[in-house]
């Protein structure tokens, strides 16, 4: 069963919708049990950091997700739901989950015509290969609505970048964890390939290989 | 880079699609559900839903048409018309829109906007503004009135005073139409949008008067927008959205042109 993580009750209707699109059967649940003997997790988030892991240190998500994490289980991030999965946010002062090394901080832009939140459709351009992010072309783009962004302390961790003044990494993974800082379940056709692909995926990857197969990459060891 | 958004507006009255001119004689135009996909498939940006519906007793047949468009068209997806409360706002959040678009229920009582971005989040929540001309006045410095009940009635509140509170108040978004522009096609109004979007920070979608591609690329650029919305010149089928859409990247806007 794939699980989708109503943690906060936010409004997650549009990612079953975009699961039941490319015929991912998918259910909602709040409890650590299923997370644990999920066949893949999907994490969503809304709102703010604070409350967001405040919710899910009470239903002792933050556990069972490190839990299924480690035994293999593959995990999608989207939004907020992959800022906490890094060691810290900006936002409240938050001590997140810490299953990939790494921060969230506030946008400081130096451009007045650039807006906060970042809200609309940006490009994707994918720095490392990895089967989750397949068929993104160049000039592919997806739907962001964000005011705080990732960095990763590991460069190999970050697989996909977004121009917003300067780039920033809007998809990052380890192992079989992959989070995106856009919102797949609403950027068209584009998006709903990856949840097929994750729908698909063994929840196996590594930087080293999808480094090579990708002609090699900086930031890659 | 960001790009421009195409949106589009349709205008729902009792699960129907209409389209007023001038806010009066509102004609029949179809199924909104149909309209939605249509132009999903065909590169659409966002979709934004007014309910214009009369009486409260039909009102939740607009949820029965969000939910039956956020299960068939994959982007952003805004709801106005008659959002009262904060239930109002988590109702259709439910239902499967992603903002929430709050007018002349907020120019009444201001809280309104702080109670659905706190419950919602401020990025999902739009001011949708009416505005009209007028003489500039101590009470109108910027030569702007909001107008509310679809463009029926003034209320003396100075426009841009109004978006810089509704910025403050936490809109995470703010949707200009200007009533004297709206379903003319003869163009954006301009100055309005500009004065606005160099005002605040956080987007602004133009509205009101689209008739040609030329007026979207206007007011994307000396309009400041952020994204240009329209209905008519699409509902009508005088332009597509592809098409628009590739007159404004030919023009040189960052615009998504793969979908």
Do not use: H, W
């Given at each position: 069963m794939t699980w989708i993580l109503d943690y906060d009750a936010g409004n997650l209707g549009s990612v079953k919708r975009a699961c039941t699109e490319v015929g991912l059967n998918a259910e909602f649940s709040a409890h650590p049990d299923a997370v644990t003997q999920a066949e893949r997790i999907i994490f969503p988030g809304v709102g703010a950091a604070g409350s967001a892991m405040r919710s899910l240190r009470e239903r002792g998500l933050d556990t069972a997700l490190k839990t299924a994490i480690a035994s293999g289980t593959p995990v999608l991030g989207i939004c907020l739901g992959m800022q906490v999965s890094l060691d810290y946010s900006e936002e409240n002062d938050t001590q997140t989950l810490g299953l990939i090394g790494g921060r969230v901080q506030r946008f400081k832009l130096n451009r007045p015509e650039l807006k906060i939140p970042h809200m609309g459709w940006n490009e994707v351009r994918v720095k490392q290969a990895h089967p989750v992010l397949a068929g993104i072309d160049a000039g592919d783009e997806f739907y962001f609505v964000h005011g705080y962004f990732p960095s990763t302390t590991a460069p190999e961790h970050a697989l996909a970048v977004t121009d917003y003044e300067d780039d920033f990494t809007c998809a990052l993974g380890k192992d079989n964890y992959i989070g995106t800082q856009f919102h797949p379940e609403k950027s068209g056709r584009v998006g709903l390939r990856l949840f097929e692909n994750f729908a698909r995926w063994d929840g196996v990857w590594r930087p080293h290989e999808a480094s090579t197969q990708n002609g090699g990459d900086d930031n890659a060891e | 880079m960001l790009s421009k958004r195409v949106v589009a507006c349709l205008d729902v009255r009792d699960g129907h699609l209409a389209k007023s001119v001038k806010f009066v004689n509102t004609q029949n135009i179809g199924d909104p559900v149909e309209k939605a996909r249509e132009y999903y498939l065909d590169g659409l940006d966002e979709l934004v839903f007014?309910?214009?519906?009369?009486?409260?007793?039909?009102?939740?047949?607009?949820?029965?048409?969000?939910?039956?468009?956020?299960?068939?068209?994959?982007?952003?997806?805004?709801?106005?018309?008659?959002?009262?409360?904060?239930?109002?706002?988590?109702?259709?959040?439910?239902?499967?829109?992603?903002?929430?678009?709050?007018?002349?229920?907020?120019?009444?009582?201001?809280?309104?906007?702080?109670?659905?971005?706190?419950?919602?989040?401020?990025?999902?929540?739009?001011?949708?503004?009416?505005?009209?001309?007028?003489?500039?006045s101590s009470e109108q410095p910027s030569g702007y009135e909001i107008v509310i009940n679809g463009g029926r009635t003034p209320t003396g509140r100075d426009a841009l005073d109004w978006a810089l509170e509704g910025e403050k108040r936490g809109a995470g978004e703010l949707v200009v139409n200007s009533i004297d522009a709206d379903g003319t096609r003869d163009g954006y109004d301009i100055p309005l949008t500009s004065a606005i979007a160099e005002a605040v920070r956080i987007p602004v979608i133009a509205s009101g008067g689209a008739g040609l591609p030329e007026h979207l690329h206007d007011v994307l650029t000396d309009g400041k927008a952020d994204a240009a919305l329209v209905a008519s010149m699409v509902h009508y089928g005088d332009y597509r959205v592809s098409g628009l859409k590739q007159y404004l990247h030919e023009q040189g806007l960052k615009i998504r042109m793969s979908w």
């Open positions: - | 007014y309910d214009i519906t009369a009486s409260s007793d039909k009102r939740n047949i607009m949820l029965d048409v969000v939910e039956a468009v956020a299960s068939q068209v994959f982007i952003p997806l805004s709801v106005g018309g008659g959002i009262r409360s904060v239930a109002d706002a988590t109702d259709l959040r439910l239902a499967g829109a992603e903002k929430i678009n709050v007018n002349s229920a907020a120019v009444a009582r201001p809280d309104l906007i702080n109670e659905c971005s706190e419950a919602v989040g401020d990025q999902n929540i739009v001011l949708s503004m009416d505005v009209r001309r007028v003489q500039v």
